[in-house]
Each structure stands twice: as structure tokens, then as C-alpha cells.
Nanobody, 131 residues
């Protein structure tokens, strides 16, 4: 049974930083897309950051929503089977539940920020940014 477990969320003031982690159980991060998504109350889920590795576990590229470019960084540690999202200079509009996703359905880096791409999702971790 696959489990993705997020952690690292919390409440911070604007300008602060948080680092989210997503540990995978029953699933090994390997090739293809992995991603972070968020959903704020009353809003649709949006892709925040995605990372693509080749079938040789080589880093290929990272992809970001325009709203977080330059502030968020996605990374993965295959040895720890963990996906990360470093979030700096947080803004109140970043407030949302954040979810990690894995188990890509296609080998297409252009779909890393597409929710329908993924088979597995975590339960979410709340990020609240106050002004």
C-alpha cells in the first residue's frame, strides 16, 4: 500500500520560510514527475512545483507556477525517498493545504503540474501565512 506523508507545514508571518517534506512508503521515487499542489478554501487545486527525473534517476528539470517562481524550490532525496518543497518569502496568498503527489501516469515532464498526472497523493499539510 502506497502512502505519501507530508510534514513541515505551520503558521508563519509574511516573509518567513517553511520546508515541506513528503516521505513515501510502499513507493520508490524513481523516474518521471513528482509534484506539490495546493488548495485554498473556495479555490481549485493548483500545481505549485514539479520535478522530473529520467529513467536513470537523473535530474531533468523543475517546474513552477508563476506565482511561486523565485521563492519556492522543489527537490528530492532518493536515498531518503523524500520529496521537499522549500518555501521562502511566503505571502498571505500562499495560505493553503499543500499536497505532494507521485506515481506519474505518463513520462512527460510537461505534465508535472497537472493533477490528473498522478496516481498517489498525500493527506496534506496546512500552511498559513499571516500579514
Amino acid at each position: 500500500q502506497v502512502q505519501l506523508v507530508e510534514s513541515g507545514g505551520g503558521s508563519v508571518q509574511a516573509g518567513g520560510s517553511l520546508r515541506l517534506s513528503c516521505a513515501a512508503f510502499g513507493y520508490t521515487y524513481s523516474s518521471g514527475c513528482m509534484g506539490w499542489f495546493r488548495q485554498a478554501p473556495g479555490k481549485e487545486r493548483e500545481g505549485v512545483a514539479g520535478i522530473y527525473t529520467t529513467d536513470r534517476s537523473q535530474y531533468y528539470g523543475a517546474y513552477y507556477a508563476d506565482s511561486v517562481k523565485g521563492r519556492f524550490t522543489i527537490s528530492q532525496d532518493n536515498a531518503k525517498n523524500t520529496l521537499y518543497l522549500q518555501m521562502n518569502n511566503l505571502k498571505p496568498e500562499d495560505t493553503a493545504m499543500y499536497y505532494c503527489a507521485a506515481g506519474p501516469r505518463t513520462a512527460d515532464p510537461r505534465t508535472c503540474l497537472t493533477g490528473g498526472q498522478y496516481n498517489y497523493w498525500g493527506q496534506g499539510t496546512q500552511v498559513t501565512v499571516s500579514s
